[in-house]
């Protein structure tokens, strides 16, 4: 089956830009989205499709997909973008299958 | 606006099945293109994929765990029910149902999420 790593985690001061990236082999010819998930609350898409955003996230989420990584990208970064983080796509057997998650610490 | 809520009991024995509904508004489960999807998430742990409905009432199954599930949808009550048998420890999760986008395969509205504990 189709596997996806992502870092346990990533951190980054105030302002700054965080990267987390999603590993999985030629991802790049797969639609990849991703997930925020704050404690306590349920998940909600950031990115889909690669790079698209739904209506309400901020521009500064964004995404990219290439060779065998995709990244998701959040400059100026935020307090409140610290969340866990999951990647996702849908593999050739039907199934979906999610990253083990980055959790993304504000320092 | 489109919601979802999960509902179902909060503590099964091990051996039991466990039957979750997830209940629709704002949309209606009959709509061409609508799909729904139940995810789960152990405590401290990363989301797992379980079961989809379409609208047409195509069902498909978590590759792993697809001898134990059962997806239903009843239209008249715009609700979404997956059972799952045999329950175990190992199965405490939170579990989410989610809709999959019209023009995305992304999980765009998501539920609540409902917290199962099996034990004795």
């Known amino acids: 089956s189709y596997v996806l790593t992502q870092p346990p985690s990533v951190s980054v001061a105030p302002g700054q830009t965080a990267r987390i990236t999603c590993g999985g082999n030629?991802?790049?010819?797969?639609?990849v989205h991703w997930y925020q998930q704050k404690p306590g609350q349920a998940p909600v898409l950031v990115v889909y499709?690669?790079?698209d955003r739904p209506s309400g996230i901020p521009e500064r989420f964004s995404g990219s997909n290439s060779g065998n990584t995709a990244t998701l990208t959040i400059s100026r970064v935020e307090a409140g973008d610290e969340a866990d983080y999951y990647c996702?796509?849908?593999?050739?057997?039907?199934?979906?299958?999610f990253g083990g998650g980055t959790k993304l610490t504000v320092l | 606006q489109v919601t979802l809520k999960e509902s179902g009991p909060a503590l099964v024995k091990p051996t039991q099945t466990l039957t979750l509904t997830c209940i629709f508004s704002?949309?209606?489960?009959?709509?061409?293109?609508?799909?729904v999807t139940w995810v789960r998430q152990p405590p401290g742990k990363a989301l797992e994929w379980l079961a989809r409905?379409?609208?047409?009432?195509?069902?498909f199954y978590s590759t792993s765990l697809k001898t134990r599930l059962t997806i239903s949808k009843d239209t008249s009550k715009n609700q979404v029910v997956l059972t799952m048998t045999n329950m175990d420890p190992v199965d405490t999760a939170t579990y989410y149902c989610?809709?999959?986008?019209?023009?995305?395969?992304?999980?765009?509205?998501w539920g609540q999420g409902t917290m199962v504990t099996v034990s004795s």
């Open positions: 409905i379409d609208w047409d009432d195509d069902k």
């Open positions: 030629n991802i790049e010819s797969r639609n």
């Open positions: 996702q796509v849908w593999d050739s057997s039907g199934d979906v299958v």
């Open positions: 499709d690669d790079s």
């Open positions: 989610a809709r999959i986008g019209s023009i995305t395969t992304a999980f765009d509205i």
């Open positions: 704002g949309v209606s489960l009959s709509t061409t293109g609508m799909r």
